[in-house]
């Protein structure tokens, strides 16, 4: 590709925000014209932010808007955006220290030049004050989409409100139309032409189709048909519907016709390297499109391509790793039976071709298995350093409870069928310490967050099989998880610890109550951040004061690393990000016995 006319410039840098580096760029988002840019940020790695708007000649203007949370940023035109506010907070509580329930989130609009204090309220759901809108703009910007859903559920409710052409110059609440208005699958709106509005469904297909649904008849024409793969992400150029499907977890990209599209049309493929596609832009009125591709060993590859010509994907550039050879590392994919035979559990392997294949080598199993999310291959500065100094091996588990496989994966291993998400894992341990490369003494396990309690519970359930245990920002205390910030929302995954019901569920696997006198537990890391508002601190200093506890001499030693100025993760400058990767792999390396390699 020929290079740019003129020099890159930046228009903006994230880490000059602040003087310590913790304030993170959260969400960002141009106007029609691209006259003017949103963006939205956090302090402290708290999940409060603070929308703040600047020209395309970089120059910033005066109004910031407060109390934003869980919020994406919908431009109208280039007079104001919509975004989800929540009520303040008490006076004298600190953002990012509360626990009090995250609730009565509502859309607002902003419109420049204005006082933030005097928004309009667009639309709230005063009778569900634990339900969350989320806002889009149609492209025409004629129609405001609202996204409804009930915590972490993977279903959610579409109401659509016309926007008045008088709108920019008064803006006022707005009557909805309850498009889809029962919990009958998840739509993502994709964009429209006219009244033909398109989504991606899991209604009648748990691995995702195309749809059109007329406004407001919501008279409903199927486009593209489920696939025996997963409908990854979806997006829309001029007239042209990329599709990104999960096959074996791997990306692969396809392209669609709009125009005359029904189920039996026939998309185009793109040939991309093996991996994951982290991103993909486009704009509904332009063709070009471009993406970038990673793996566990690629850092990330970026393509341009034009739509009206799909034979062009052209290179735009390869981020590069000093010292890095993508060729020094294999990576395979295995598939582990589960517990109960019942399904084959997806794990990459990548191995360093210098270590020896016949003796135990320090190894890592990575896992996170809930809420639908899956565990595509990324690359990982730490992890790398981890395979080429330390001597190690990485393994990533796609347990049930993630979206490798659709609804039926993800409700395989939620709720009541939790359990299934540790003895995934825990297979995917003894597959890894019955080879000649790894043993139990040699295996160090790790997750964050939901995947916290996943090494937690495991380490309880098989002390035996590992021989060290990292817990991020990990979700600990099963029994009262619901009742700070943002916890209720994953009920979803979890249930109700209210409910009998539920509550006989988590009783098997809370970490914290789960822990037994005189058993020898692994030597166990926590990790959390004094900031942390979605996963409060507590839950990891719960654990670790009760391992503690309950063996002081036995097992261990049981050790807490809390950030000051730190959260769930975002807002973390470098030099934080770095000096917790150095004391995580420390202690990996310390009780694992791998030695660093030049």
Request: charged share 20%; hydrophobic share 35%.
């Amino acid at each position: 590709m020929s290079a740019p006319e003129k020099d890159e410039e930046v228009f903006l840098d994230p880490n000059t925000l602040s003087e310590d580096g913790t304030t993170a760029l959260r969400a960002a988002s141009w106007s029609e014209t691209d006259k003017y840019f949103a963006y939205a940020v956090s302090e402290k790695g708290s999940d409060w932010c603070q929308i703040r708007i600047m020209g395309a000649d970089k120059v910033h203007l005066t109004e910031q808007v407060d109390w934003v949370k869980f919020s994406g940023i919908a431009w109208y035109k280039d007079s104001g955006f919509f975004y989800v506010r929540f009520p303040p907070l008490k006076e004298g509580q600190q953002k990012g220290k509360e626990t009090d329930e995250a609730v009565n989130g509502a859309v607002y609009y902003h419109a420049l030049g204005t006082d933030p204090t005097t928004d309009t309220r667009i639309v709230d759901i005063p009778d569900q004050p634990k339900h969350m809108p989320q806002p889009t703009v149609s492209d025409c910007h004629k129609y405001l989409i609202v996204s409804v859903t009930d915590g972490c559920e993977p279903k959610n409710l579409v109401w659509v409100a016309d926007i008045p052409a008088d709108f920019a110059t008064t803006p006022r609440a707005l009557d909805t139309c309850k498009l889809i208005n029962t919990w009958e699958g998840e739509y993502d709106f994709l964009g429209n032409d006219g009244a033909h509005m398109y989504f991606a469904t899991t209604k009648d297909a748990p691995r995702k189709k195309i749809v059109a649904i007329e406004y407001p008849t919501a008279t409903v024409t199927d486009l593209v048909s489920e696939r025996d793969s997963v409908l990854n992400h979806v997006t829309i150029a001029k007239d042209k519907l990329l599709l990104s499907y999960l096959e074996h977890v791997k990306d692969v990209l396809y392209v669609h016709n709009i125009e005359g599209l029904t189920p039996a049309s026939v998309p185009t493929k793109i040939e991309l390297p093996v991996g994951t596609i982290t991103s993909i832009s486009t704009c509904r009125d332009k063709t070009l499109v471009s993406l970038k591709v990673t793996s566990f060993t690629l850092p990330g590859r970026s393509y341009t391509f034009d739509v009206t010509d799909l034979t062009n994907l052209t290179k735009f550039r390869d981020d590069v790793v000093e010292g890095l050879n993508p060729d020094d590392f294999e990576t395979t994919q295995v598939f582990v039976p589960s517990e109960d035979g019942s399904v084959q559990i997806p794990m990459f392997i990548v191995t360093p071709n210098s270590l020896p294949k016949d003796q135990p080598n320090p190894t890592l199993l990575y896992g996170y298995g809930g809420f639908n999310i899956s565990l595509t291959p990324s690359f990982s500065p730490s992890r790398l350093v981890f395979m080429k100094n330390l001597g190690g091996i990485f393994a990533c588990a796609n347990i049930r409870g993630g979206g490798e496989y659709g609804e039926a994966w993800h409700n395989g291993g939620r709720k009541a069928n939790k359990t299934n998400c540790f003895t995934d894992f825990i297979q995917c341990a003894k597959y890894l310490n019955a080879q000649p490369y790894c043993s139990p003494e040699r295996l160090a396990i790790m997750g964050g967050s939901n995947g916290g309690l996943l090494v937690a519970a495991c380490a309880n359930m098989a002390p035996e099989q590992f021989g060290a245990v990292v817990a991020q920002v990990g979700v600990l205390d099963m029994y009262k998880f619901h009742k700070f910030t943002i916890g209720h929302a994953w009920r979803s995954d979890y249930g109700d610890p209210d409910v009998e019901e539920d509550f006989k569920v988590v009783q098997t696997y809370s970490p914290i109550h789960n822990v037994k006198k005189g058993t020898k537990y692994p030597p166990i890391l926590v990790v959390t951040g004094d900031h942390d508002d979605r996963v409060v601190p507590l839950h990891s200093l719960k654990y670790i004061a009760t391992l503690q506890d309950a063996n002081p001499e036995v097992g261990g030693p049981f050790m807490a690393r809390v950030e000051t100025s730190g959260g769930h993760g975002a807002g973390k400058p470098t030099s934080k990000v770095i000096a917790e990767s150095a004391d995580t792999y420390a202690f990996i390396a310390r009780y694992l016995k791998a030695e660093w390699k030049e």
